[in-house]
């Protein structure tokens, strides 16, 4: 499975849009992208997946440039309850999620 | 509510004294996985479970066991808990026939081993 790396952590503030970007350069030919968000002392939760180009949902934007070598996670107008842990995951839909790697995240913190 | 159940949520015991963690989902997926988180490590997955009778090891195996005699049941078994066990221990299903084959996780078991 492709290995990601993510920054460790970012601050914010209420309203703002944040971007977290995720590297995975020996992303393979059938891998997907996934990210899933975290509070304290609960379970991930899924946000997004994408292959190429864009992805959008009611909760966030997924950019992924041509070379699919790294992938932005873009939240608008973020609150205070988005303070969580943002996971990135890479890996093949059809064989490799059965192993998902989760990395140590992106710790999000989003400040009045 | 489709949901993913883990009983118990809380548990302390001793070295050495078997236990099982219980993980059960209502969706009816085939997909079933047990992950560890430790500070500073992030999620890794223990062993996951394709289907009725189909296990296999995860990253971090070594210690535990795991059953799937049923669809909707995926317990996690420490036949001799030792105190680097003590981590907050989660449950994940996926249909794995969905567009996105997203993992829906359980609320979480923190276990400490004395």
């Known amino acids: 499975l492709a290995k990601t790396t993510q920054p460790i952590s970012m601050d914010s503030y209420e309203g703002q849009e944040v971007n977290i970007t995720c590297s995975h350069n020996?992303?393979?030919?059938?891998?997907?992208i996934t990210w899933y968000q975290q509070f304290p002392s609960q379970g991930p939760r899924f946000i997004i997946q994408?292959?190429?180009t864009k992805v959008t949902n009611e909760v966030a934007s997924l950019f992924i440039p041509a070379d699919r070598k790294s992938s932005t996670l873009s939240l608008p107008r973020v609150s205070l309850s988005d303070t969580a842990v943002y996971y990135c995951l890479v890996g093949d839909r059809g064989t490799g999620f059965q192993k998902l790697v989760f990395g140590t995240g992106t710790r999000l913190l989003v400040s009045p | 509510e489709a949901q993913v159940t883990q009983n118990p949520r809380y548990l302390i015991t001793v070295t050495g004294k078997k236990l099982t963690v219980t993980c059960s989902q209502n969706?009816?997926?085939?997909?079933m996985s047990w992950y560890r988180q430790d500070p500073g490590l992030g999620l890794r997955q223990i062993y996951y479970s394709m289907n009725v009778e189909v296990t296999d090891k995860g990253d971090v195996p070594e210690g535990y066991k795991v059953s799937r005699k049923e669809k909707r049941n995926f317990p996690l078994i420490l036949e001799s808990p030792s105190p680097n066990q003590t981590s907050l221990y989660f449950c994940?299903?996926?249909?794995?026939?969905?567009?996105?084959?997203?993992?829906?996780f359980g609320p979480g078991t923190r276990l400490t081993v004395l």
């Open positions: 994408g292959y190429k």
């Open positions: 969706m009816n997926h085939e997909y």
């Open positions: 994940a299903s996926s249909p794995r026939t969905s567009a996105t084959d997203t993992q829906y």
């Open positions: 020996n992303i393979a030919t059938n891998d997907y």
